[in-house]
């Protein structure tokens, strides 16, 4: 009943919040104006400013916010690590080297995610095989492959800028995470992916939880581990290889939100993926907020918003972790 009654209010203030975010910009607009734009305004400058910038983005947020939360879910449990996150590990870096690729062969954007989502998925391989040779409870040797594979991704995006040229400001803005490109052809395009691995981790959930209780009792359950954990990556590299492509690198969502959940609510993923997804929508719609009106007129890319408050708190885990060993 708790668990249920915790979901409710984060729907209602998720929702509460959009409405009320709508509102607010450097071009103010009240509930009586939105009122009259909906039954009597039929062409003005609010109905363009709410439905055609404020309300994609707002959408846009919330969904990119439920796909890194929910991808961060299944990072941590296929590595069975808790600072294990696509941003640290390297993943998003790959997602973004393929999304910028695709934008230097000039293709669309929906191949943005398609090859981000490939070049996420051979990282994620990679990463996933160098675990399973050392120990699961070894933190430092994940973290060390992460930023090895960042660090030399992180090269030719770098490189990749610099060639583009005039267009390098957008490019970057876009590496440090910004939703200010937000549409509603995007959001078609994300729906999908969202859906999809939503559908596939609602069907999982029992292997999920039972991936929790070890290698061998899982297998004892009947489950072929390592086919679950590489079918989890395929759909987890997805979603982070769109979510990247179409917002840029947005950190410590994954490592933030579900760790504030199992506080909550305990380790069960079933519990964990729903609160997660709907937790981090609301984080990222906040955050996104934030860094449109903190130095309004100006925007600040959203990724320096959610690291100013996930890097304490992944210090507080990284810290935590090393008391307890």
């Not at 990072?75 to 080297?97: E, H, M, R």
């Not at 939503?198 to 929790?212: G, P």
Request: net charge positive.
């Amino acid at each position: 009943m708790k668990y249920r009654i915790l979901i409710a209010i984060t729907v209602i203030l998720t929702v509460i919040a959009s409405l009320y975010f709508l509102t607010l910009g450097s071009f103010k607009v009240g509930c009586k104006d939105i009122y009259q734009m909906i039954f009597y305004s039929k062409d003005s400058i609010i109905k363009v400013i709410i439905f055609n910038i404020r309300l994609p983005r707002i959408i846009m947020s919330v969904l990119i916010g439920m796909m890194l939360a929910s991808s961060g879910v299944i990072t941590q449990t296929v590595f069975k690590n808790p600072l294990a996150d696509p941003y640290i590990i390297g993943i998003a870096s790959s997602a973004t080297f393929g999304a910028v690729l695709a934008y230097i062969l000039k293709l669309s954007e929906t191949f943005y995610g398609i090859f981000g989502f490939i070049c996420s998925l051979i990282v994620s391989f990679i990463i996933f095989k160098i675990s399973t040779l050392t120990s699961s409870r070894n933190i430092s040797n994940l973290l060390i492959v992460g930023i090895a594979i960042s660090a030399f991704l992180g090269a030719f995006t770098s490189f990749a800028i610099y060639f583009i040229g005039e267009d390098s400001f957008k490019i970057i803005m876009w590496t440090m995470g910004y939703l200010g490109y937000s549409s509603w052809k995007k959001i078609s395009i994300l729906i999908f992916p969202l859906i999809l691995s939503s559908i596939y981790f609602y069907i999982k959930r029992y292997e999920l939880d039972a991936l929790l209780c070890g290698e061998e009792e899982a297998f004892a359950m009947g489950i072929d581990t390592k086919k679950v954990k590489m079918k989890l990556l395929i759909v987890s590299s997805m979603i982070v290889g769109f979510s990247v492509a179409f917002t840029g690198m947005i950190g410590f969502v994954g490592v933030i939100i579900p760790h504030i959940i199992r506080l909550v609510v305990g380790c069960p993923n079933r519990k964990v993926m729903p609160f997660a997804m709907i937790l981090g929508g609301l984080f990222l719609l906040v955050s996104d907020t934030v860094a449109r009106l903190i130095l309004e007129p100006t925007e600040i890319p959203i990724g320096v918003v959610t690291a100013f408050l996930g890097a304490p708190f992944f210090l507080f885990l990284a810290f935590k972790g090393r008391r307890k060993i």
